[in-house]
């Protein structure tokens, strides 16, 4: 961790704090983050399985329980206990920020963030608060089977009152997770297992809480608009270098915040380019792919080519390697779909 | 029953006690009957749950809940509501539609709260609320308030996976909850004792390590004594209780349930003793002159129609707000 | 139940069976399925919370026990256990049909649904089989609080390896669910309690079992495609009956089965009208009216107007029917919506 | 451990009945070296979890399921498999993405089945397992088989709601099931005896109305013994029993585990008491010469060698079947 410039004071919410800039991995910036929001914001409390003592079995929690003390705790494997307390804690006064390991494992407690966390607000005419955030990873690793890869965003985005985003930069991981538990709302940060350990990137830390929402545009291109999100980002990324190699140039808009949504942003841009892509690692069918696409065919938008979605086809996951490269697209196949669709066969 | 702790022999407390406990349980029982009358009526709509016959324990159990306290209740949550002071025409409004409702309608009969009255709200999902209590005993670790949760289910949601993990969290970190088990020995049109192999629900509290208990459901004092002793154990920093409150539902699962699943003469003894006859006894036999204990419910009535009268008084919900609070 | 035609002889699967016309709400309907799967394969299971020998809390079971013994049973409140014994029974020969009282409480059980029954035939190699009918029912009725309003096909229908269908009439209700029982697929089929209770219906009993999949067309229209299905059909097509009167001209197509989808047939039917909306009683936004629309887009169908989505907006559902009302958009509603859709404002 | 029933006196089994688990338990242990093995050299990859010292659960649990019997095992499962008679060749190569693996690579370490062998899985999910295990000795009351149903999990897996649920729809309908808890005393890298209150986890079966009991799951004499009773009493009709099989994990969670939580000497004992080690000491004490005992190890070493060979020839699962079978 090499620090650009020396730390600052105690930041706090309110007066614009100074900054750092720090090299860190993605699951590092995500410990910065837990860091800084576990000393500036008294009543956060950080749980889960394995989380404190051995500080989480991606190493992503390590050294916050030493420093916070019983604030970081460990629990039972107990999902609907660890959602469910959270809910309460929360309707109390805490901002408990809790881990679900794996996002597959959210669905043997999944009342409690569709019934329960969902309502709080809402139900309450907002006498209540829930101000809950879950952080968990997922997506296909290899090896990892059927019941460790899914990627169940669009599970998430169909249950308004909660609000949903997916780090995919290091930066990202540890602002967008800032951004969460300052927020008020119940909100589900996706992290992605297979970033944890990849190269460290300068990440600034300190600085102004972010607002969820908005949009990155990792990439300016005129020929089509690829949407994306997580840790599909890098392969759309790879396609669109790849392609501009064959002439073809492709705007590459990363989302970080699922919801909020930024319709508008999304639909002006793709009316600029006249076509429209989104890649996204979840299954097909259901996606929210289809979601973005239908905002933008509601919109009216004039397409040069009909909305292309890309992801995993409508299958289990399995967990040989041989099998998953064939289902999930790499960025080799990636580019030929969309040089296909752009240019025509 | 055979373990469970009941007074058989009479009186149980002092006689202005029993009154004041007689009037509660009045203050329900109309309520609940008011309300089945609206709904009888259309002008309440929907799903709407009963718990007239098991009113002595939210009775037994109101003057324990501290200030900073917090109650979680089920679906058959009127009289927990009125139990922690929550205002009847609050209640008759949030089941009835309208805007002045607890929570503006959007909660309705089945999923009512008012926080400012340490009810955290009634929970339509069987054992949901057990978790969410469980939290916010553990806030109460941390805010300095000494909080006690006590959350509160039925024999059926003793079955349910998110009860066992509650129950267990709640355990392993010591937690200052008490869980309830309301007994009345059904589970909507099923009976619990068909459905577990021991239907001495309170021994389960042994495989959490916690102290559990079986007690008469039906009379105030018993109730407020031995849930008395569970909250003075969690707030001392003793951890969960798990007390199972037997008493009986004298009416169906839902308003228009048509109890054909009743098993012969099983309400009679019920009836025997059941909150109402049972208190009014005691203070017979404690030299209470019938008109006192009528004035019990009577005055239960007045206050009672009064709340409702304002209530159906009171505007509709507003649709122009239907899609507000969805975000802070 | 006034019977129109005589009792067939027991109907087998493999002959085509006699058939009787039967008067008969949806709720008897579904009850007559029960019957005829029960007597024909004797590999069927039946139960769930109270549907034994309460005969339901709809009443839908009733008298099923008492014909069929202890293949009938009430089981405790533990959906966890309800599903997962159903994964397990199907793993070993059985065919358990189980009863989730409200879709919203297969929440506390999701991850037997996704991560389970899902994964049976995938993951072994088709050595397993998981015929499991999942029977459950959803939607808003007047009162119901957040907890009981939910239309959540959407979440079924982003899990691969699972059928789903919502009948609508009361013949559906039967046809749908046989061809369900008999599927080797697991499948949820999703009632709707407004519907069991409403006026008889004549019903085709007996009759060969369906396969899975296919569309109804309800209207023959021209001027746009409808696309719906489950107990909003009723409202697509008394506002198409209304609007027919101002001129304009619907096409309605109820889909009772949402998978196996009929890509194809919509498409077509969509390229003839012109004009595409889809109405669901689930929120818009993630909901499968998204995935319509993105198929249709995908297609590069040419449209005359922006697709229409109609629903739930993003909110979560308040008990009182005043805020209901205006939440889920009513025949009058959506009549206006199509209307001033297809002939502007 | 207190009470725990355990052989401390030796021998509990004829020589060669000895010598038979001692060869099975090295099966079970060089398959998992193997694996550790092709792990570290890259030719499996991801996330897999070893049982090496837990065999002896799997060792005496092997022949008391009968032909007609289901096993369900957790993400640890390849003893499990190899009990079930799991050709070791089949799940190297499913552990190795092999299109001759048990499931065609489809499943991989931590959720392969055989059910033609009676194993009817892997679950990846904590406790998700003995539901269904349940459902399977369900299917068995109506078909005639007189299956029993037998379901692995952790000690761990005991705090999650699925658990609870299945131990009691078993015991509410008395059905044939054998609730294996494997307590290695981790949860991952969290000590169960910081996640309960009492750790006697066998405790629990009392709140099901069913027989629980703790013992020494490293001599595969005393779970024959004592899961075979369990087993009998299901299969003629006793209902399902819950027995805690007290064991050690050896090596860590999953291969790459750091194994940073370990208590100072921990596994000083559990490397004492450990199959490999016991069954030796048994079979010298039985008066068996060093050779039949290095035999064992030889023969499994040498099958289980040949095995991986066979696994490490066979293709790579064909990318052209990836979209098969999702529907029937
Ligand atoms: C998870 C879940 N499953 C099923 C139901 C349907 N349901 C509502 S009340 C009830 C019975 C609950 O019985 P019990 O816990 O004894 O409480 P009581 O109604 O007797 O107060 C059931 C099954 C539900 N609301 N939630
Ligand atoms: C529902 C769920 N929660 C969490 C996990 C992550 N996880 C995998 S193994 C494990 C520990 C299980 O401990 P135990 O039950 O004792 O089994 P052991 O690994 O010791 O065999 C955890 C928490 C999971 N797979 N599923
Ligand atoms: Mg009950
Ligand atoms: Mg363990």
Same mark, same amino acid.
């Given at each position: 961790m090499s620090e650009t410039t020396s730390i600052s004071e105690t930041p706090s919410a309110t007066t614009t704090p100074a900054t750092t800039t720090s090299q860190l991995t993605y699951g590092q910036a995500v410990n910065a983050a837990l860091r800084r929001c576990l000393a500036e914001l008294p009543d956060t409390l950080l749980y889960g399985e394995d989380v404190a003592k051995p500080g989480g079995v991606f190493g992503v929690t390590r050294g916050l329980r030493r420093e916070f003390g019983e604030r970081v705790f460990d629990t039972p494997i107990s999902e609907s206990a660890i959602l469910g307390s959270a809910v309460g804690a929360a309707? $109390?006064?805490? %901002?408990? *920020?809790v881990e679900i390991m794996w996002v597959d494992f959210s669905l043997v407690a999944f009342d409690q963030i569709v019934n329960q966390l969902a309502n709080v607000h809402y139900v309450s005419r907002g006498q209540l608060r829930a101000p809950v955030v879950i952080r968990t990873q997922q997506g296909s690793a290899p090896g990892a089977c059927a019941q460790h890869s899914q990627s169940l965003e669009a599970f998430f985005l169909h249950v308004p009152g909660l609000r949903v985003c997916m780090p995919w930069t290091?930066?990202?991981a540890y602002d967008l997770l800032v951004a969460a538990?300052?927020?008020?709302?119940?909100?589900?940060?996706i992290e992605n297992r297979t970033l944890y350990n990849a190269a460290k990137q300068d990440v600034v830390l300190g600085g102004p809480v972010q607002q969820p929402g908005g949009l990155r545009v990792r990439r300016e291109g005129s020929d089509a608009t690829v949407v994306t999100w997580g840790a599909f980002t890098a392969r759309a990324l790879e396609a669109a270098a790849a392609l501009a190699e064959q002439g073809v140039s492709l705007e590459v808009l990363e989302l970080p915040w699922l919801n909020p949504f930024p319709t508008d942003e999304v639909i002006e841009r793709v009316r600029r380019t006249g076509r429209l892509a989104v890649l996204h690692e979840a299954n097909v069918t259901g996606g929210f792919g289809a979601e973005v696409v239908a905002r933008v065919a509601g919109a009216g938008v004039?397409? &040069?080519?009909? #909305? $292309? %979605?890309?992801?995993l086809p409508d299958t289990r996951v399995p967990a040989a390697p041989s099998l998953v490269a064939e289902l999930l697209p790499g960025s080799d196949r990636i580019a030929a779909s $969309?040089?296909?669709?752009?240019? =025509?066969? | 029953m055979s373990d469970q702790t009941r007074a058989t022999d009479g009186v149980t407390g002092?006689?202005?006690? *029993?009154?004041?406990?007689?009037?509660?349980?009045? %203050?329900?029982?109309?309520?609940?009957e008011k309300v089945r009358d609206l709904r009888l009526a259309g002008d309440a709509v929907g799903s709407i749950h009963l718990g007239i016959g098991q009113e002595a324990v939210a009775v037994g159990t109101a003057e324990l809940i501290g200030p900073d306290d917090a109650l979680f209740a089920t679906y058959r949550g009127h009289s927990w509501a009125l #139990?922690? =002071?929550?205002?009847?025409?609050?209640?008759?409004?949030?089941?009835l539609g309208r805007a002045t409702g607890t929570n503006g309608g959007r909660g309705g009969s089945a999923h009512l709260s008012a926080p400012a009255h340490r009810f955290f709200g009634e929970n339509s999902i069987v054992g949901a609320g057990a978790p969410i209590a469980v939290g916010a005993a553990l806030a109460g670790r941390f805010d300095g308030s000494g909080r006690v949760a006590i959350t509160v289910f039925g024999d059926g949601a003793m079955n349910q996976g998110a009860v066992h993990e509650a129950m267990n969290f709640a355990a392993a970190m010591n937690l200052p909850v008490v869980f309830v088990c309301e007994n009345n020995t059904w589970s909507e049109l099923t009976p619990i004792d068909e459905m577990v192999r021991d239907p001495h629900l309170h021994r389960r509290a042994a495989a959490y390590g916690i102290p559990g208990e079986r007690i008469d459901g039906n009379d105030p004092a018993i109730v &407020?004594?031995?849930? =008395? #002793?569970?909250? &003075?154990?969690? &707030?001392?920093? =003793?951890?969960?209780?798990l007390v199972e409150a037997m008493t009986a539902r004298l009416v169906g699962h839902y308003i228009g349930d048509a109890e054909q699943y009743r098993r012969p003469g099983e309400l009679d003894e019920a009836r025997r003793l059941e909150p109402t006859v049972r208190l009014a006894a005691q203070l017979r036999a404690a030299g209470a002159p019938d008109a006192e204990i009528e004035r019990a419910e009577h005055d239960a009535r007045a206050e009672t129609e009064q709340a409702a009268a304002e209530a159906l008084a009171a505007p509709l919900a507003d649709p122009a707000t239907a899609k507000d609070h969805l975000y802070v």
């Open positions: 309707m $109390l006064g805490r %901002r408990p *920020i290091a930066q990202d538990v300052y927020s008020d709302d119940p909100t589900i940060v004039p397409l &040069r080519s009909p #909305a $292309l %979605r890309l992801g $969309l040089r296909q669709w752009v240019l =025509g066969p | 002092s006689r202005s006690r *029993i009154l004041a406990d007689l009037h509660q349980v009045w %203050r329900m029982r109309v309520f609940e #139990a922690c =002071g929550v205002p009847p025409a609050a209640l008759f409004a949030e089941v &407020r004594d031995r849930l =008395g #002793a569970a909250v &003075r154990r969690a &707030r001392e920093g =003793g951890g969960p209780t």
